[in-house]
């Protein structure tokens, strides 16, 4: 896209901010997805637009995943009108890669009925190890500092169901502790 041909043009400017930015910008309604910019489209494998009017679902790597997330979300959404985690998502290939998305809602009495959304990729940073949605669920809010009883109460399991899955996850990455585990999860640098 080039520069407008009034670069005085207000509307014109934050047009190309919005559609030329580094980052996935997408506005939604209910988690419909209605407006959002190139680099979000190209995220996910798509163009155009193609993702107009589509449900936030086909992201995901599943519709529980879908239903789950947007579930813990609500509640951050309707105190502080924020909410951000990174997860797993889904491109139109089918291929899943690490993201982290931030959203700020416009309705926070119907926290879902207007947002806004950032997301960024991390697929350069954090490969993707075989997990069941569980396993992810767990590890997210583990990479978020909560402990068992959080992620227990936040998941509606018992918190021993909760150490049972950390339990498995250390054996599933050789991994001593929670911060190794993180680390191999995630790719980073241990």
């Keep these: ?12 400017m934050l047009e190309m901010a919005f559609n030329e930015a580094p980052i996935g910008i997408v506005m939604t309604q209910h988690r419909i997805i209605r407006y959002y910019n190139k680099a979000f ?4 494998g798509y163009c155009g637009d193609e993702l107009r009017d589509q449900s936030f679902a086909i992201l995901y790597p599943s519709l529980d995943e879908f239903v789950k997330i947007g579930n813990i979300g609500l509640r951050p ?8 985690d990174e997860r797993i998502m889904a491109r139109r290939d089918g291929s899943l890669f690490w993201c982290r998305v931030r959203g700020n809602s416009l309705t926070r009495d119907d926290p ?4 806004v959304w950032s997301l960024a990729d991390l697929s ?28 227990a109460r936040i ?8 150490e049972a ?13 929670v911060a190794e585990l993180l680390s191999n999860v995630g790719g980073m640098p241990g």
């Design 1 to 12: 896209m080039s520069i407008p041909r009034n670069p005085m043009d207000p509307r014109a």
């Design 41 to 44: 489209a190209e995220m996910f």
């Design 77 to 84: 959404l309707r105190e502080t009108g924020r909410y951000s």
């Design 112 to 115: 879902l009925a207007h947002a």
């Design 124 to 151: 350069h940073e954090r490969p993707v190890i075989a997990l069941t949605m569980r396993e992810r669920q767990i590890v997210m809010h583990l990479g978020e500092g909560r402990t068992s009883k959080d992620i």
């Design 155 to 162: 998941l509606e399991i018992s918190p021993r169901t909760v």
């Design 165 to 177: 899955y950390r339990a498995r996850l250390l054996k599933k990455v050789g991994a001593a502790n």
